[in-house]
């Protein structure tokens, strides 16, 4: 199998898409800025949607579903919603097609199908959903509404790129009502405490909570809550969001309820969300040169064994073998593969399960079987160990749990020793252009100062930690007084 994987070292941009698609994740498609999701790397985000929609479930979440399409004028109601996402929106203004008179075997849009209200394809469902909600919920006995709804959504970006950013993905968008500001609030922090645990315990990347400037919240929010990761090329990726969205959907869509006090007011609602983004992040927070290298907890394919042998007599034997040792580590939960397909090499499948990802790879021959051993290759250290056959899965699972928190050790020390204090303007850009990472630096607070530096640096203010101490200053750029250092780097 011949990799042909670009270095990390020559070209970042080159590489990640190299690992996407011989990781066989993804492929190009022929809609513009879309991609098609190859069963290995939707088998991964399989994993990631099931343990994280468990997550939901566990803090009393239901799934519910809601139309693709949006009226454009209920995308209208919210004022800054829609000045937000007006840009980005693939708009449906005809429902029919028909044969063009004029060029036989070729269709045209018929005049006659024009829509009286143009659709837009949801680029988010608050809209869609704040309409339905205003029929569900009447008294505070409706409270809380804890919905969630795993779909796909249409953003028309202009440079996509695989996972990253692309017009059509898929994600999960919760949007919950409740009676009071500390209710809504608390649910906002509670999702976001989720998306923590998930990146960090399942996908082993760190993670930095915070909440974003005014600038970078989301279109209708009054606060927007993060979680901002660090790549291995030490740029930043915002991972998950989390939404305090005050009254301003119940408004707009005049989603009121009676109260126990017997007066009506308005619901106070919440949005969040993560998306396939997290496949991109996975692939760069932590891949190398010969490849993709996954988390075990959420690989499609946690062990792979592979056997070595000559003629039907060896192959039996190591079948025998390799059958109990499957038994037992299915039963303990581990997703494990036996390749004995014989069209391919073993020096070829070591290759292939090098390049998915796969944690742990077990090779087994006639030899192995007369010393009652195996070789056990971990995917992380590239380590090779012969061990013995007894007590084997027990082993396995303790391996399984050191190459998750192996992983997760790694992606932190990185993160950790590229988050740099700055305390002016040339120090600054030093440390952006000569290390990169996050940078914690004081800003005067003004839209104003956020938009020069990113004008200058293409630097952004990933998020104020929520962990940040309070520390007198002054502003990086204008000199003027800051309460509190936040967090700057370039970004996805």
């Not at 932190?412 to 630096?441: C, M, Q, S």
């Amino acid at each position: 199998m011949s990799k042909e994987i670009t270095a990390r070292s020559q070209d970042y941009s080159q590489w990640y898409n190299d690992l996407v698609i011989k990781g066989a994740l993804a492929d190009y498609s022929a809609v513009r800025g879309c991609m098609v999701i190859k069963p290995y790397g939707f088998a991964l985000w399989e994993k990631m949607r099931d343990t994280i929609d468990k997550m939901f479930k566990d803090t009393g979440h239901v799934n519910a579903y809601f139309p693709l399409f949006v009226p454009k004028s209920f995308l209208e109601k919210e004022e800054g919603h829609a000045e937000g996402f007006a840009k980005e929106c693939a708009v449906v203004t005809h429902y029919r097609l028909k044969a063009d008179p004029d060029k036989k075997g070729t269709l045209m849009v018929d005049p006659d199908s024009k829509l009286e209200e143009e659709l837009i394809v949801r680029p988010t469902s608050e809209a869609i959903i704040w309409h339905t909600y205003k029929s569900w919920i009447q008294s505070y006995r409706d409270l809380p509404l804890l919905v969630n709804q795993w779909a796909n959504v249409v953003r028309w970006e202009m440079r996509t790129r695989l996972f990253l950013r692309t017009s059509e993905f898929l994600w999960q968008e919760g949007h919950t009502a409740h009676a009071t500001a500390d209710e809504a609030l608390e649910e906002t922090l509670r999702m976001l405490d989720v998306y923590a645990d998930f990146a960090e315990n399942w996908m082993a990347l760190p993670v930095i909570k915070g909440v974003k400037s005014a600038n970078e919240r989301f279109a209708g929010a009054v606060d927007t809550y993060c979680i901002e990761a660090l790549m291995q090329d030490g740029k930043a990726l915002q991972a998950g969001t989390s939404h305090f969205l005050g009254q301003n959907f119940a408004r707009a869509f005049d989603v009121q309820f009676l109260s126990k006090e017997n007066k009506q007011e308005y619901v106070w609602a919440t949005s969040w969300g993560v998306s396939t983004r997290l496949v991109g992040a996975l692939v760069m927070a932590h891949g190398d040169d010969d490849g993709l290298i996954l988390p075990p907890r959420i690989a499609p394919v946690q062990v792979v064994i592979v056997p070595i042998y000559k003629g039907s007599d060896q192959k039996l034997l190591i079948d025998g073998k390799v059958g109990e040792l499957l038994k037992q580590l299915r039963s303990s939960g581990v997703a494990v593969k036996y390749d004995d397909n014989d069209n391919n090499r073993p020096g070829w499948k070591f290759a292939e399960y090098e390049m998915k990802g796969v944690p742990l790879r077990i090779a087994i021959g006639a030899r192995d079987i007369e010393n009652n051993t195996v070789e056990i290759a971990r995917r992380d250290t590239k380590e090779k160990t012969t061990v013995s056959m007894d007590g084997l899965s027990e082993r396995i699972a303790r391996l399984l749990e050191e190459i998750q928190q192996s992983m997760y050790n790694k992606a932190k020390a990185y993160r950790d020793e590229h988050i740099t204090p700055a305390d002016d303007w040339d120090e600054f850009v030093n440390i952006l252009n000569e290390k990169g990472g996050f940078i914690l630096a004081h800003w005067d607070g003004t839209v104003e100062t956020e938009q020069k530096i990113k004008e200058l640096t293409k630097a952004t203010i990933r998020c104020i930690p929520l962990d940040g101490e309070k520390e007198a200053g002054k502003c990086i750029l204008t000199g003027k007084p800051s309460s509190q250092r936040v967090l700057f780097a370039q970004a996805y």
